[in-house]
């Protein structure tokens, strides 16, 4: 069985990369592939503490090229993409220079102001990358970097929640409406955005993750200015247990997502497979994924979501579900995944 090493800053949390890179580890495993996972954080087969994002230092060329001999195949999960540790990035494309890789791109240098003027990504012959949107892929394509489109994808009918004991351990009174914003707090999720939305609806706000690179100060000026009530964080009071993503789903009414840039944006899927409506930012891939047909709700207009809520309508839910289902199943990576491998130069047997 050919062995695939998955490297990349962290590995096995629920940021998008790690859920990503869990549903191709999975795809490859049904081709199968072992995988084999090295990050710089994470429960990891093999943890090298110099990829992670704030890194004082990279790790060394043999560290990588001991962590990745078994595989016959490397998947690089963004650490190659986004500068957010550029010494570990170039360690690990000097290791793969001549061997068959995976570059998975979620997120490109220019697509954010603070790397704005740093290279794009590292190519070799022997490598293929992949996008998550179209738009980093014509992208990549305006500096001679060819690559393929994979779009994330979801369980149509993923596990059903607990509402009631959800809403009831965050103190949310029955009636009440709950807007979740499924994210972390950062600039870019445009969390004020969010707060206004739910005001907006006469909800109570629920940030689903926490506060990232340093935002937490004003994380907490926001919520102290927020004209509606909030609630942050996954845990319930007295409970023994977190909530997951299927009860966070479950517990509310609608779905926010803000945000001013996603790569993909996850939630905007995932409500659809969770039957829930979304009001989402004008970033610009959302327009790209509105056009597979999804019908949604403007994040900056509270009183179209307002009076959805007033006369749900389950024929909008319906219709959503299905595009998710059509075009965004995680059912097909792993047809999807084979037909990349298959443009790679002759692998290791």
Not at 119 to 131: E, S
Request: overall charge negative; aromatic content about 6%; glycine content about 10%.
């Amino acid at each position: 069985m050919p062995t695939a090493s998955m490297i990349s800053f962290r590995l096995g949390g629920d940021d998008g990369v790690s859920v990503e890179a869990a549903k191709w580890a999975g795809a490859l495993d049904v081709l199968g592939w072992r995988v084999h996972t090295v990050a710089g954080s994470g429960p990891v087969d093999i943890g090298l503490p110099g990829l992670a994002m704030d890194a004082t230092e990279p790790p060394t060329a043999s560290e990588v090229r001991d962590a990745l001999a078994p595989a016959d195949l490397v998947v690089i999960e963004n650490l190659c993409s986004l500068p957010l540790n550029p010494g570990a990035g170039a360690v690990v494309a000097a290791a793969c220079a001549g061997r068959p890789a995976l570059l998975h791109h979620h997120d490109l240098p220019w697509q954010r102001p603070r790397f704005e003027g740093f290279p794009p990504p590292p190519d070799d012959p022997f490598w293929a990358h992949v996008t998550i949107n179209a738009r980093s892929r014509r992208e990549l394509a305006a500096h001679d970097i060819t690559a393929t489109t994979v779009y994330n994808t979801f369980d149509p009918d993923p596990p059903a929640g607990r509402r009631a004991e959800t809403r009831r351990g965050l103190g949310v009174a029955h009636g009440t409406r709950l807007l979740l914003q499924p994210t972390r707090a950062l600039p870019r999720k445009n969390i004020e955005g969010g707060l206004a939305l739910a005001a907006g609806v006469g909800g109570t706000y629920w940030l689903l993750g926490p506060a990232e690179d340093g935002y937490g100060h004003e994380l907490e000026r926001l919520v102290r200015d927020a004209r509606c009530p909030v609630v942050l964080g996954r845990g319930r009071p007295g409970a023994d247990d977190e909530v997951t993503v299927a009860d966070a789903y479950a517990a509310c009414d609608a779905v926010l997502l803000p945000s001013t840039w996603e790569g993909f944006g996850n939630p905007s899927v995932e409500s659809a497979t969770h039957r829930r409506p979304l009001a989402i930012g004008a970033y610009p891939v959302a327009a790209e994924l509105a056009a597979f047909g999804f019908r949604w709700f403007r994040a900056d207009d509270p009183g179209a979501l307002a009076a959805w809520l007033a006369e749900p309508d389950e024929d909008l839910l319906r219709h959503n579900h299905e595009v998710a289902a059509t075009h965004f199943n995680v059912a097909d990576l792993p047809a999807r995944l084979e037909a990349v491998l298959s443009r790679l130069p002759s692998l290791r047997a």
